[in-house]
């Protein structure tokens, strides 16, 4: 230790470059209504539009994985901060669906990027995990050890759904959705909160393991939809508040807010709790539906690309999910 060179600590970090990638296939309400009537399962595209928002998600083919997408996504992003796969010396990847139990998604993703050396690592909180590893990146680069970092979020929700659970199959979608987080002496990211409350974990899970070469439990996602609804609003509005003032912005000063995308009554509720106007927050799960760790950087990346969100502009992420877990960052763009 004592020999180690001294790293220089920088004041934080900021995003050069955003970018996301989705799968070939868009699959609108009324073919998933459709399909899943063939087997038995009876909705709606109204019920599927009332209730949610959502009116088309993306499904993976089968051969699709997790590191795949999430390294499209990367590339996208790296081609956006206009720098080079080999300049990254940490890689961070936010999923539920991992490609496997062990090596990480991080690993494989590094691997197919062709990096060599660096960190790579999964980070595991559901809906909140790609908050919760940009959070944990800006840590590690404040200490100088590492320079610039891939955070991603990517998953394949598709391949845990129960397609004959009408109440959990129409909610969710695949994706994947990065940024480039660099060290700076500019900080980009202002403040982050961080939250888990273990003890509401059976509200939303996907509780099954493998256990001597089978299935031990229930592989599918489970919800308990409206006790999730109730608590998301309401964690949504308190983390704001906490990491608005621990950044010293008020929500009039606030230029965006990209909640995790789950349902649209989640998120306007969220914004009008707030006093914040809805044209002031980035909607996607009308085009992607939930895509858990990959909704918000696939948000943020589609508030860019489409020119809304600029250089200077404030923007507020905020994750929420299985865990419990909820937290926001605060971002400089
Ligand atoms: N199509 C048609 N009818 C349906 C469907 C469907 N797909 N799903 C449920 N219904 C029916 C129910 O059976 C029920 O019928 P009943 O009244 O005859 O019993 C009726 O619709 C109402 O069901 P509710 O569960 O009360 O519907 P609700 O308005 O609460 O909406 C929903 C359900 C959309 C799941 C909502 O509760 C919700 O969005 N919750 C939050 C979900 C969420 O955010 N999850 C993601 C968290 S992120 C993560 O970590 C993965």
């Known amino acids: 230790m004592d020999n180690a060179p001294r790293m220089k600590a ?3 970090s900021r995003i050069i470059g955003t970018g996301s990638a989705l799968p070939q296939r868009a699959v609108g309400n009324e073919e998933l209504v459709a399909e899943l009537a063939q087997r038995g399962v009876h909705t709606s595209d109204a019920w599927i539009v009332e209730r949610t928002g959502i009116r088309q998600r993306y499904l993976a083919e089968p051969g699709l994985t997790t590191a795949g997408l999430g390294a499209r996504a990367a590339r996208s992003a790296l081609e956006a901060a206009a720098v080079t796969a080999d300049s990254i010396d940490l890689i961070v990847l936010a999923s539920s669906t991992a490609d496997q139990i062990f090596p990480s998604t991080a690993c494989l993703i590094q691997a197919e990027l062709g990096i060599r050396g660096g960190a790579a690592f999964d980070v595991q909180a559901v809906c909140s995990g790609f908050v919760y590893g940009l959070a944990v990146a800006d840590a590690l680069l404040r200490t100088g050890a590492h320079r610039r970092a891939l955070v991603i979020g990517s998953e394949l929700f598709s391949r845990i759904l129960d ?14 959705g990065a940024v480039v987080l660099e ?53 949504l509005e308190a983390s704001a508040r906490e990491v608005l003032e621990a950044g010293g912005l008020t929500v ?26 809805a044209e ?23 508030g860019v690309r489409c020119g809304m969100i600029r250089t200077g502009h404030s923007v507020l992420l905020q994750g929420v999910g299985g865990g419990l877990t909820w937290g926001s960052v605060l971002v400089r763009m």
């Not at 789950?262 to 914004?271: P, Y």
């Open 10 to 12: 920088v004041a934080g």
């Open 163 to 176: 397609w004959n659970d009408r109440t959990t199959c129409v909610l969710f979608g695949d994706g994947a």
């Open 183 to 235: 060290a700076s002496d500019r900080p980009g990211l202002l403040a982050q909160r961080l939250h888990a409350d273990g003890s509401r974990a059976r509200i939303l899970c996907t509780a099954g393991r493998v256990d001597q070469g089978k299935i031990e439990g229930d592989p599918f996602l489970r919800m308990d939809g409206q006790a999730v609804f109730k608590v998301a609003v309401e964690v």
């Open 252 to 277: 009039s000063q606030l230029d965006w807010l990209i909640p995790h995308q789950a349902n649209i009554r989640i998120l306007t509720a969220t914004a009008r709790r707030l006093g914040l106007p």
């Open 280 to 302: 002031r927050m980035i909607v996607t799960v009308d085009r992607h539906g939930n895509t858990s760790a990959a909704s918000v950087p696939l948000a943020l990346d589609w």
